[in-house]
């Protein structure tokens, strides 16, 4: 590894809102590296960082500042004590008073001497009063000057978006966008019953709107957009999506078509303070208490942009309920075995209160894939795409489990969880916009459910080494299974791979080491509306392919996999791709990989043509 291949210094371009990396070893490196396509890509790694608080900063100056103000002033007295020992009388020097001294009577000038001595050195030189009162205040100052960047840094950053923010006023949401699809359909029907919402539009905003319903082209639909389609029917919250709605539209679309991958950033921005003015509203409209995942916690608990895709969340759970019916269940078939059942997430998160037979099926390689150990991140990455893509069944979702077994009697296991792949919600595809939703918000969701119960039929032992990989919406789910205090009693999840989704919100603990790889060009990630935690064994690869000829929207999984091809070597990134490599058998001879796919089917209580779901 090279110094032109790993820059292991601190960057100089400004890090994510309210997150620094850490100095040394676990300092953001910048990275770069050719692709076979052309062009190059530019990445940071992210791990070790924490959140700085400005007011902590202010703070730590200030006590730094009074510890040296009273440094000074002991150096002064020090000062005032040496003058007076100094200037004393000789204590032997008295004439009318004569006494015989049972004591040395060079002792007490002794002890003088050693007294002057140690104002001395107190008062002046290394180590004194007077140097550690200069270095606190030095030190005072450099904490001061750290501030100032950092606010200055978020100045830039919010002056930034707000730029993007102003093409509202003067150009068309066509022009942002592009031209005509199925959502105008939706934005269509969602305006003719909301004559409320068109009064409280300016013309702008109303002419913007007009504009994408009539002429936006088919598949411009993207992660984190459909979903705030469902308020455009709230009147309490028309304002909101007056400021808001067009500004997130235009900033997803410049992220599109990103020239200097910081899109996303402003994006995330946006969002976060969206999020924020939008929380009163919402907070005051949701329970007191949800569930995330297995446990019940207080709404107060939730950040901003999670409580308000909860409520988002439970506005499209109602939408798909009187469209579909009331979800009551799942319905996993495991490729070559028999279907079985469970109830549906509200009703049992995770699914750990059902019992579950275990599979009665041939564990081998399908259609010629999965017949080697998958290497690297993205043989992984091609791997799902590639189980995505031979799911011609649009009704349902998919996931798969690799199993390897190795020379030693042991095994360990890979899951994987293939993004969205429908833009209803509440239909019997449970990879749609609905889940997408709950698992921003960390509410139990049908597709974790979908995980668990295929682990427990699988036979994953509690023992059993696993890795969870996600693109998109499996990139939350695998996160928020990791996170997750019931899936660690049970299962031994010790590594996680994302690809661009939103999963700062999920807490994954230290035992798992985590790489989530986003590109800043994806909108996507950026959902979350905040920068991910990182850790000593959690990573961030925050890459950047505005430089190279890749094709395809940057939120595809093979954009990331063909991203990826060439990275040079990293001690924390070689770390955890060892781990992987031992999951998945890769180098060991002897190991043998084989898996099972399944095939995920949302259940209601009415029956629904499949021609209609999600259409």
């Known amino acids: 590894?090279?110094?032109?291949?790993?820059?292991?210094?601190?960057?100089?371009?400004?890090?994510?809102?309210?997150?620094?990396?850490?100095?040394?070893?676990?300092?953001?490196?910048a990275m770069s590296w050719s692709l076979p396509a052309g062009g190059q890509v530019r990445a940071v790694l992210f791990g070790g960082g924490f959140r700085v608080d400005l007011h902590d900063l202010d703070t730590l100056a200030a006590q730094l500042s009074g510890g040296a103000g009273l440094l000074d002033e002991a150096a002064r007295h020090l000062g005032a004590a040496h003058a007076q020992i100094e200037a004393g009388s000789h204590p032997f020097a008295y004439e009318l008073t004569p006494w015989d001294l049972a004591a040395d009577p060079m002792a007490a000038e002794w002890q003088r001497a050693q007294a002057i001595q140690a104002a001395d050195a107190l008062r002046t030189g290394p180590g004194s009063?007077?140097?550690?009162?200069?270095?606190?205040?030095?030190?005072?100052?450099?904490?001061?000057?750290?501030?100032?960047?950092?606010?200055?840094?978020?100045?830039?950053?919010?002056?930034?978006?707000?730029?993007?923010?102003?093409?509202?006023?003067?150009?068309?949401?066509?022009?942002a966008l592009g031209g005509g699809t199925s959502l105008a359909l939706s934005l269509a029907r969602l305006l003719a019953a909301s004559p409320r919402l068109r009064e409280l539009m300016d013309d702008t905003v109303f002419h913007g709107l007009q504009d994408l319903v009539n002429e936006a082209p088919e598949g411009t639909v993207k992660d984190g957009l459909a979903d705030l389609l469902i308020v455009l029917s709230d009147a309490d919250l028309a304002q909101w999506v007056r400021t808001d709605l067009l500004a997130i539209l235009v900033l997803g679309a410049q992220a599109v078509r990103a020239g200097t991958s910081q899109e996303a950033a402003r994006l995330e921005a946006y969002l976060s303070q969206a999020a924020d003015r939008l929380d009163p509203v919402i907070s005051a409209r949701l329970p007191r208490d949800l569930a995330v995942g297995s446990q019940i916690v207080p709404a107060a608990s939730?950040?901003?942009?999670?409580?308000?895709?909860?409520?988002?969340a439970m506005r499209s759970a109602e939408a798909g309920r009187r469209r579909f019916g009331e979800r009551t269940g799942l319905r996993l078939t495991p490729h070559g075995g028999s279907p079985f059942t469970v109830p549906a997430a509200l009703r049992d998160p995770l699914g750990l209160g059902t019992a579950v037979a275990p599979l009665a099926v041939a564990w081998s390689g399908s259609e010629g894939r999965c017949l080697s150990p998958l290497a690297t991140p993205s043989d992984v990455m091609r791997y799902s795409d590639g189980l995505k893509q031979s799911d011609s069944d649009q009704t349902t979702g998919v996931i798969s489990l690799v199993r390897t077994d190795h020379v030693d009697g042991t095994r360990s296991w890979l899951v994987v969880v293939p993004g969205t792949t429908n833009w209803g919600m509440g239909g019997p595809n449970p990879q749609d916009m609905l889940t997408n939703l709950e698992a921003v918000a960390r509410m139990p969701t049908d597709m974790e459910s979908a995980v668990v119960s295929a682990m427990r039929a699988a036979g994953v032992a509690p023992e059993d080494p696993v890795a969870l990989y996600g693109h998109s919406q499996g990139a939350i789910t695998a996160s928020n299974l990791a996170a997750d205090p019931a899936v660690a009693q049970r299962f031994t999840v010790t590594t996680l791979l994302t690809v661009g989704g939103p999963v700062a919100g999920a807490a994954v603990?230290?035992?798992?080491?985590?790489?989530?790889?986003?590109?800043?060009?994806?909108?996507?990630?950026?959902?979350?509306a905040r920068a991910n935690p990182v850790g000593p064994a959690r990573l961030t690869l925050r890459i950047d392919t505005t430089g190279t000829n890749l094709e395809g929207y940057p939120h595809g999984s093979l954009v990331y996999a063909q991203a990826l091809e060439g990275m040079p070597a990293d001690p924390a990134l070689e770390d955890w791709a060892r781990q992987l490599r031992g999951i998945t058998g890769a180098g060991e001879e002897g190991a043998v990989t084989s898996e099972v796919v399944f095939d995920v089917e949302r259940?209601?209580?009415?029956?629904?043509?499949?021609?209609?779901?999600?259409?």
């Open 1 to 29: 590894m090279t110094t032109a291949e790993v820059q292991g210094q601190r960057l100089e371009a400004d890090p994510a809102p309210g997150v620094t990396p850490l100095p040394d070893d676990t300092a953001a490196r």
């Open 129 to 175: 009063v007077a140097q550690v009162a200069e270095l606190l205040q030095t030190l005072s100052t450099d904490v001061l000057a750290s501030a100032e960047a950092y606010q200055n840094a978020e100045a830039r950053n919010a002056t930034s978006w707000q730029t993007s923010v102003q093409i509202l006023h003067n150009v068309s949401l066509v022009q």
């Open 302 to 312: 939730l950040t901003p942009m999670q409580r308000v895709t909860a409520y988002l």
């Open 509 to 528: 603990p230290e035992t798992v080491r985590t790489l989530h790889v986003e590109n800043g060009a994806d909108a996507v990630p950026a959902l979350d």
């Open 603 to 615: 259940l209601t209580d009415q029956e629904q043509p499949g021609a209609a779901v999600g259409r």
